[in-house]
């Protein structure tokens, strides 16, 4: 049989790079301009523009396309440039609410003004620790407040002397005892009356005694009582003294800051607020002030009579006490929660680590004697704050690895609102206290970058289309034309310069627009993975140097592919090595029934290799169908077992439109243990079927890969050129006999960009390569047998491989057919 027809040309094995035609526009790398933007994106660009334009809620953006195809940078890029253009944000403050202090309110200013307004209330603070002080210490103030202390002294003496002068006329004297408490001593002329002598007296003289001493004791305590109310006067004077005074100094020093700030009513109502707050806690600023009493602990008659600072410590009692905080000034700072001043255009945030605490800021705690405080200067922003007003780029990836990030950042996007509010406030049972910043209006576009697993992931979410209704989506592969290989090269050019590396002449360009296709796997197509592309112009780049060539030649590019490859294959040397010492029984010569080699690919991520297996098939007589044994043993993923179901539906319609098809056909993979998933080996799977059924052995010196439907086409599948590089090398080391080669699907010969040892073998008519569109070209190729098609009667002609199969179910049939005891007999 000539199987020439199927042979596919060698000039169609490879989509040659031509140095005339298709670099015809440049000498080197070095004559083309450097790349700007994206490369072959059109979609992925218009897209983003579009997204980026929209300002309605909701049109935020998720760039979705595979590793490696520069969606992170060129969204980082084109962010950047049309952020320039914008307006800078406002800057953004907390600040004290002195009404609760938990709280805090949160003021805009423009940009660069909110760092002037901290160091404003800096300034502010510093001034008033110089100024209060000062007042409190002028003769002004003193005279005043002694002033005040004078009339209570005069008020207290002029009260004691009456209560003395009557205790003298009715024959007391009045003295304070060691417990505090005053006494009314009788006196016998000018001498106190001792016990034994006040025991002498009779009982009448001793009852006018004690009248005499309780109308004394009444009166002392209705002066006292006086007295009291006269130091509680003088104490309140003194807080209006002090309250005045203090309200004196930060009046026309915030009345500047008033002038300065006045652009909003909560900024207003602030800046009001703090004259009063100042004076009603000036004692913060006196540093120097002694700490008093409260003012209902009254001095005593004695104390106003024996000295004078006696009684001026009683009057001071109106000073409030310090409060318990380690800077009480602090009330009066300003937390600068988001600076913009050094911003030019909009911000650009790129949060690399987007856990929740990155991403929305937190509230922080100061530990001291096991317990734990907090205000409103300890309130740190976060990602999406400092983006507020411009763009905030992440990573799906990142993003999903924290399992609160994701809910928050919908939450905010949704109510349009930044609020700080640590992990697990909402889920404490006991409430604790902490603080509750007002929230930040939220004006941010938020774009997430990611694959196609994580955009499927968050998809699943409902109120993930109503948020990201801009998908930008990287292609990962753009024409082979001569635009798309002129950006190449220029992407080539960016990068040599960038790097400062040696440029490539239009061999070595050449080759990398070779492996620009054969990463695609197409030979029409350039693949947009750079980051592959460009990790083979560093290391050609790197042996160029090594050799002091001018420019980074072909040599330079096939070697550094191959080191890549080197350091990548281990796993498929090894299995090779094993194949070659027959630990894994695969054959490349001879013919048997039932039996032939397919093809399959490891994906091991940065690396793919294609492998040879030995399929086999037993059929017997049955109604078990086909069985497939990795199906059987739940090795078989869902792919491959509907492979060998339409196999099945294929043989029912040849095999068995007038009878049943007696048959049980077991197929596997032999040799392999690992699973199987796809459906590129079920037209293998179904040769060896139809090898076993007609008897008709299978040519071992060539492999086969291809998917199949139900009516015996064969179908395009994936990895072409690995496999075919697989079964080569397998037949390279055992020996190229000259017959051996490879069966694909004729839709796949435009994928194929095979390396050049195998050129080099089918140019010499070492190796080849074969296409097939059908089951029937297929089985006639591998057996060398006619696949045979039906007569006007139905039936196959003679001999072929269909009208052997069906003459062997039909004696299935018969005996089948036939009653036992008949068969026995």
Not at 295 to 321: C, L, N, R
């Amino acid at each position: 049989m000539n199987t020439d027809k199927y042979k596919i040309p060698l000039e169609k094995l490879r989509k040659i790079c031509n140095d005339e035609d298709d670099l015809d526009f440049c000498g080197s790398s070095l004559d083309v301009p450097a790349m700007e933007g994206v490369i072959g994106q059109d979609r992925a660009v218009r897209s983003m523009q579009f997204g980026l334009s929209m300002k309605s809620m909701g049109y935020n953006l998720f760039v979705v396309g595979p590793q490696g195809t520069g969606k992170s940078t060129y969204t980082q890029t084109v962010v950047t440039q049309r952020a320039a253009g914008e307006p800078e944000p406002q800057d953004w403050c907390y600040i004290n609410n002195f009404t609760e202090w938990d709280k805090p309110y949160v003021v805009p200013l423009p940009a660069g003004q909110g760092r002037a307004f901290q160091k404003d209330m800096d300034k502010l603070i510093a001034d008033l620790k110089l100024a209060i002080p000062k007042a409190f210490e002028g003769s002004e103030y003193e005279q005043k407040k002694e002033a005040i202390i004078q009339k209570v002294r005069d008020k207290m003496a002029a009260l004691y002397g009456e209560i003395e002068k009557e205790a003298q006329g009715s024959g007391f004297r009045i003295k304070q005892v060691a417990t505090g408490r005053f006494l009314f001593i009788p006196l016998k002329g000018d001498d106190p009356i001792s016990a034994e002598d006040y025991e002498k007296l009779s009982e009448e003289e001793q009852q006018d005694i004690d009248e005499r001493r309780g109308r004394l004791a009444k009166k002392f305590d209705e002066a006292m009582h006086e007295g009291q109310q006269v130091e509680k006067q003088a104490g309140e004077q003194i807080v209006e003294l002090d309250h005045q005074t203090a309200l004196s100094i930060a009046e026309p020093l915030v009345k500047v800051l008033i002038d300065k700030y006045d652009g909003t009513p909560r900024m207003l109502e602030y800046l009001e607020r703090i004259p009063r707050d100042i004076a009603d806690h000036q004692q913060f600023f006196r540093i120097s002030a002694p700490a008093a009493p409260q003012p209902e602990q009254a001095s005593t008659p004695e104390d106003a009579e024996t000295t004078e600072e006696d009684s001026t410590e009683m009057i001071e009692s109106a000073i409030t006490s310090a409060p318990e905080d380690a800077d009480p000034l602090t009330r009066y700072k300003v937390n600068l929660f988001v600076n913009n001043e050094k911003c030019s255009g909009a911000p650009v945030v790129i949060e690399s680590n987007p856990y929740y605490y990155n991403l929305f800021g937190k509230i922080e705690y100061k530990t001291q004697m096991m317990s734990m405080s907090t205000d409103f200067t300890m309130i740190k922003s976060g990602a999406i704050h400092r983006a507020n007003g411009g763009y905030l780029i992440l990573q799906a990836r990142d993003l999903l690895m924290d399992p609160f990030t994701w809910d928050a950042l919908k939450k905010a996007l949704k109510y349009k609102r930044a609020v700080v509010e640590n992990i697990g406030e909402q889920y404490r049972f006991i409430p604790t206290v902490t603080l509750k910043p007002e929230p930040i209006p939220l004006d941010v576009k938020v774009i997430l970058i990611g694959s196609p697993l994580y955009y499927m992931i968050l998809s699943t979410d409902e109120e993930f289309e109503k948020l990201f209704k801009v998908k930008v989506d990287f292609d990962m592969e753009m024409d082979r034309d001569r635009e798309n290989i002129r950006q190449y090269v220029s992407f080539i050019s960016a990068q040599c310069q960038r790097e400062n590396l040696k440029h490539f002449n239009k061999g070595a360009l050449a080759k990398i627009i070779e492996f620009g296709s054969r990463i695609a796997g197409y030979q029409k197509k350039l693949s947009t993975h750079f980051n592959q592309v460009s990790d083979i112009v560093l290391e050609a780049a790197a042996l160029a140097d090594e050799e002091g060539t001018e420019f980074v030649e072909a040599i330079h590019v096939d070697n550094a592919i191959r080191n890549r490859k080197y350091r990548a294959n281990m796993l498929e040397e090894k299995l090779q090595e094993m194949i070659l010492q027959n630990k894994i029984l695969i054959n490349t010569a001879g013919s048997v029934v039932g039996q032939l080699n397919g093809l399959f690919v490891l994906d091991l991520y940065d690396y793919m290799f294609g492998l040879p297996a030995r399929i086999t098939a037993r059929t017997y007589m049955g109604r078990g169908g086909v069985i497939n044994i990795e199906r059987e043993t739940e090795m078989s993923g869902n792919i491959h077992s509907k492979g060998v179901l339409t196999l099945a539906g294929y043989l029912g319609g040849k095999l068995a439109q007038e009878r049943p098809m007696g048959l049980t056909a077991q197929v596997t993979f032999e040799q392999l243990y690992e699973g199987v998933e796809g459906d590129s080996a079920s037209s293998a799977e179904l040769y060896a079927i139809l090898s076993s059924l007609s008897g008709v052995p299978l040519k071992q010196n060539i492999a086969v890969t291809g998917s199949l439907d139900q009516l015996g086409a064969i179908q395009p599948i994936g990895g072409a050129t690995e496999k075919i590089e697989g079964f080569f090398d397998i037949c390279s080391a055992k020996g190229l006999t000259g017959d051996q080669g490879v069966v694909i699907p004729s839709l796949n010969v435009d994928n194929l960009m095979l390396k050049e040892e195998i050129l080099e073998a089918v140019k010499n008519g070492l190796f080849h390569i074969y296409a097939v569109s059908t089951v029937e070209e297929g089985i006639e190729l591998l057996t060398g047998v006619p696949a045979g098609t039906p007569g006007k009667n139905g039936k196959y002609s003679k001999g072929s491989i269909f009208y052997l199969a069906d003459k062997k179910l039909q004696a299935y049939n018969k005996i089948m057919e036939t009653p036992q005891s008949q068969a026995e007999a």
